[in-house]
């Protein structure tokens, strides 16, 4: 992708016909660094949240 001076150039859409996904290019390697991540190994953590009343300095904990 270079023009005639040697120097690289933008892409254009002649360009871009070209191109293939890379699942067809890459290797099996590659893609499977590259790919998406699994399933989490320790499940998340549930969220907590405390609530305050606003007339006085009693609190109420809310779990959900």
């Known amino acids: 992708m270079t023009d005639e001076a040697g120097e690289v150039r933008e892409l254009t859409d002649a360009d871009t016909k070209d191109f293939r996904p890379a699942a067809e290019v ?29 007339n006085s300095g009693e609190s109420c904990a809310t779990i959900t």
């Open 26 to 54: 890459l290797p099996a390697t590659l893609r499977k660094k590259l790919g998406v991540r699994g399933p989490q190994k320790a499940p998340t953590k549930k969220q907590r949240s405390t609530r305050r009343a606003v």
